[in-house]
T-cell receptor
Framework: AQSVSQHNHHVILSEAASLELGCNYS??????LFWYVQYPGQHLQLLLK??????LVKGIKGFEAEFIKSKFSFNLRKPSVQWSDTAEYFC????????????FGGGTRVLVKP | EPEVTQTPSHQVTQMGQEVILRCVPI?????FYWYRQILGQKVEFLVS????????KSEIFDDQFSVERPDGSNFTLKIRSTKLEDSAMYFC?????????????FGPGTRLLVL
C-alpha cells in the first residue's frame, strides 16, 4: 500500500523567511500529488496539485512545489512567508492506477512569528 | 464560493449508540467522500460514493458504517454501534468529477467523541 511521509511535524519561522516542507511517497507507479492547507478553524483546502507535465507547479498564495520522480518527492516551497501562512500543511497522493482516494501524510504545523 | 458543510460540528455519544453525521456537498458535485482523522494520526480515507453506490471503501469501513444520499442535497455517514476507537474528526468531501485526481473539496469536519 502506498504511504506518504512528511518529515517535519512542526516548523517555526519568522515572517519573510523561506519555507520548504518535505514530502515523500512510496509507490512504484505514477501518481497525482497534492498539497492541502488547513488554516486555524478552517477546512482543508487545495494549495496546488501535480498531474503531469512541468514538475514545478505553482499554486495559490505564492506557494510552489517540485515533483522529483527519482526521489519520490513533492516538496512545498514559499520564498517569503507571512504571518497568515500559519497553518497545517498536508501532502497527499492518488496513484493513477488506484481510484480516487487521497492518501495523506501526517501533516506539518507551521507557525510564522510576526 | 460554494462550500461543503457538515453538521454537527461536535458530537458526544455513548459507546454502542448510533450516530449520523451529515454533509451537504457542493451542489453540482457528483462524487462524495468521507475521511477521518483520529487525534494525532493521519487523515484516512473511509469511503467514496457515486451514483447512489459505494465506489470504493477502505478496510476501516466495516459493517458498522454505512453511507446514504437520502435526498438531493445531503450525504450521511452512519455508525451503527459506536466504539471508543471511532472517536475522531470526520471530514466529508466532494468533487464534480471522478477523473483521476479531481480536486476534492472538504468540509470543516465533525468532531466525534465516544465515551
Amino acid at each position: 500500500a502506498q504511504s506518504v511521509s512528511q518529515h517535519n511535524h512542526h516548523v517555526i519561522l519568522s515572517e519573510a523567511a523561506s519555507l520548504e516542507l518535505g514530502c515523500n511517497y512510496s509507490y512504484g507507479g505514477t501518481v497525482n500529488l497534492f498539497w492541502y492547507v488547513q488554516y486555524p478553524g478552517q477546512h482543508l483546502q487545495l494549495l496546488l496539485k501535480y498531474f503531469s507535465g512541468d514538475p514545478l507547479v505553482k499554486g495559490i498564495k505564492g506557494f510552489e512545489a517540485e515533483f522529483i520522480k527519482s526521489k519520490f518527492s513533492f516538496n512545498l516551497r514559499k520564498p517569503s512567508v507571512q504571518w497568515s501562512d500559519t497553518a497545517e500543511y498536508f501532502c497527499a497522493v492518488i496513484p493513477k492506477a488506484a481510484g480516487n482516494k487521497l492518501t495523506f501524510g501526517g501533516g506539518t504545523r507551521v507557525l510564522v512569528k510576526p | 464560493e460554494p462550500e461543503v458543510t457538515q453538521t454537527p460540528s461536535h458530537q458526544v455519544t455513548q459507546m454502542g449508540q448510533e450516530v449520523i453525521l451529515r454533509c451537504v456537498p457542493i451542489s453540482n458535485h457528483l462524487y462524495f467522500y468521507w475521511y477521518r482523522q483520529i487525534l494525532g494520526q493521519k487523515v484516512e480515507f473511509l469511503v467514496s460514493f457515486y451514483n447512489n453506490e459505494i465506489s470504493e471503501k477502505s478496510e476501516i469501513f466495516d459493517d458498522q458504517f454505512s453511507v446514504e444520499r437520502p435526498d438531493g442535497s445531503n450525504f450521511t455517514l452512519k455508525i451503527r454501534s459506536t466504539k471508543l476507537e471511532d472517536s475522531a474528526m470526520y471530514f466529508c468531501a466532494s468533487s464534480d468529477g471522478g477523473r483521476q485526481g479531481e480536486t476534492q473539496y472538504f468540509g470543516p469536519g465533525t468532531r466525534l467523541l465516544v465515551l
